[in-house]
């Protein structure tokens, strides 16, 4: 079947770099941003979180930047593997008590 | 961990056919979620329930129903399937607001 990565903006990067994918939410009043991997054949898999009162958030291997002020939110991941190759989406929760809203997605492509 | 359960990984259905997606989780999550995923249209909220035996409409509910009878299962119910059906569908839960959403693995539907 197609890939749910069809048409998607693609990043390329070399095994062992570090890799950057960036999403711009659109909701200045959102207060909860989350990144999400989706491998293929696979549900998206829950990866860090943010809420907006902070500006990074480290986990293993991947760091969470927030910058409010341009509403940007990016994902770091350190010393890029075969296995992170994936497409990343990112969310933000808009209101209290509704679901996420989801961005379109980046596809991550690691070069052996 | 988390598991989001979906019974179905590939379903092949007939036009017209009444089709029933089942959905369980595991973590007494509150809220329950269904989307469609699409190339080049990302994630498409169809339905969600913050509780047993309540539903509310997402951006796309129009062709489908849902039922949410006990905490852990929600059900995503195509009273009459149609080719415009043929998806990839991903449910979710989470505990609140403001908290991750744990998606299972997805059903590919095939509507013929």
């Known amino acids: 079947g197609e890939s749910v990565g069809l048409h998607l903006p693609t990043l390329s990067v070399q095994e062992g770099d570090n890799s950057i994918i960036n999403c711009a939410y659109s909701?200045?009043?959102?207060?909860?941003f989350i990144w999400y991997k989706q491998e293929s054949g696979k549900g998206p898999q829950f990866i860090i979180d943010i809420r907006s009162n902070m500006d990074k958030r480290q986990g293993q291997r991947v760091t969470v930047l927030l910058n409010k002020t341009v509403k940007h939110l990016s994902l770091q991941i350190a010393a890029t593997q075969p296995g992170d190759s994936a497409v990343y989406f990112c969310?933000?929760?808009?209101?209290?008590?509704?679901?996420?809203?989801f961005g379109k997605g980046t596809r991550l492509s690691v070069i052996a | 961990d988390v598991k989001v359960t979906q019974s179905s990984r590939y379903l092949v259905k007939r036009t017209g056919e009444k089709v029933f997606l089942e959905c369980v989780q595991d973590?007494?999550?509150?809220?329950m979620f269904w989307y469609r995923q699409d190339p080049g249209l990302g994630l498409r909220l169809i339905y969600f329930?913050?509780?047993?035996?309540?539903?509310e409409k997402g951006d796309i509910p129009e062709g489908y129903s849902v039922s949410r009878e006990k905490k852990e299962r929600f059900s995503l119910i195509l009273e009459s399937a149609s080719t415009n059906q043929t998806s990839m569908y991903l449910c979710?839960?989470?505990?609140?607001?403001?908290?991750?959403?744990?998606f299972g693995d997805g059903t590919r539907l095939s509507i013929l």
């Open positions: 979710a839960s989470r505990w609140q607001t403001n908290q991750p959403q744990h």
């Open positions: 973590m007494d999550h509150e809220n």
């Open positions: 329930s913050y509780d047993v035996k309540m539903k």
């Open positions: 909701n200045s009043a959102s207060d909860y």
């Open positions: 969310a933000e929760n808009v209101r209290r008590n509704t679901p996420l809203v």
